[in-house]
């Protein structure tokens, strides 16, 4: 399993970006998907969380009504659309895979991309 996320940048407070995770190697009906960032000596931080097949999806609280998590079962493609960005949410933002359903700690997840920087400016 391949994963490569994308579309990270600078953008100022209350701005939006959308990150993308390409992946790649076999067929993911079976797995879930999520983001984690990371800040400067911080621990990684779960965000969202999907199931590939049925779209389920579980977002972090401290993300909720801003961000929103999909997928592009087409294009093998996961998504995190991030509106009203605060300076809290610079990270470097990593997606993931694993096996089975959803879930919102790292150490069930099995495939991690490169991450993708995200810096917000006050």
């Known amino acids: 399993v391949q994963l490569q996320a994308s579309g990270g940048g600078l953008v100022q407070a209350g701005g939006s970006l959308r990150l993308s995770c390409a992946a790649s190697g076999r067929t993911f009906s079976s797995y879930a998907m999520g983001w984690f960032r990371q800040a400067p000596g911080k621990e990684r931080e779960f965000v969202a969380t999907i199931t590939w097949s049925s779209g389920s999806a579980y977002i972090a609280d401290s993300v909720k009504g801003r961000f929103t998590i999909s997928r592009d079962n087409a294009q093998n493609t996961m998504y995190l659309q991030m509106n009203s960005l605060k300076p809290e949410d610079t990270a470097i933002y990593y997606c993931?895979?694993?096996?089975?359903?959803?879930?919102?700690?790292?150490?069930?997840?099995?495939?991690w991309g490169q991450g993708t920087q995200v810096t917000v400016s006050s």
């Open positions: 993931a895979a694993r096996r089975g359903n959803y879930a919102s700690r790292a150490p069930q997840y099995d495939y």
